[in-house]
């Protein structure tokens, strides 16, 4: 088990920006593929990024690609979503996840470990 937890969240107008964290407990961080998906009201959880365990690699939805960027502090087990340009769209729940194993993710049946979750709400 890897307890998973996201801060960050917040309420920000169109146009501004937030930074997401998610820590992670245990000395075993840097096994582990990172990534976040979202869940908007209604709708189903859907990938947002996702990054290896060296931070080299990473994936992007096409809708948060060149707004969005995850990174990783493998010393300090956190991983960060920097979110710029943010849209009233990109309003949802935010959860911090893990995978076991190499590469990058987008599949979210391909998660071992889920977050508590974080609100970000834009307002227009």
């Known amino acids: 088990q890897v307890p998973l937890v996201e801060s960050g969240g917040g309420l920000v107008q169109a146009g501004g920006s937030l930074r997401l964290s998610c820590a992670a407990s245990?000395?075993?961080?840097?096994?582990?593929?990172m990534g976040w998906f979202r869940q908007a009201p209604g709708k189903e959880r859907k990938f947002v990024a996702s990054i290896n365990w060296a931070g080299g690699l990473t994936a992007y939805a096409d809708s948060v690609k060149g707004r969005f960027t995850i990174s990783r502090d493998n010393a300090k087990s956190t991983m960060y979503l920097q979110m710029n340009s943010l849209k009233p769209e990109d309003t949802a729940v935010y959860y911090c996840t893990a995978r076991r194993g190499a590469g990058t993710f987008r599949a979210s049946a391909a998660v071992h470990y889920w977050g508590q979750g974080t609100q970000v709400t834009v307002s227009s």
């Open positions: 245990g000395s075993t961080f840097v096994s582990y593929t």
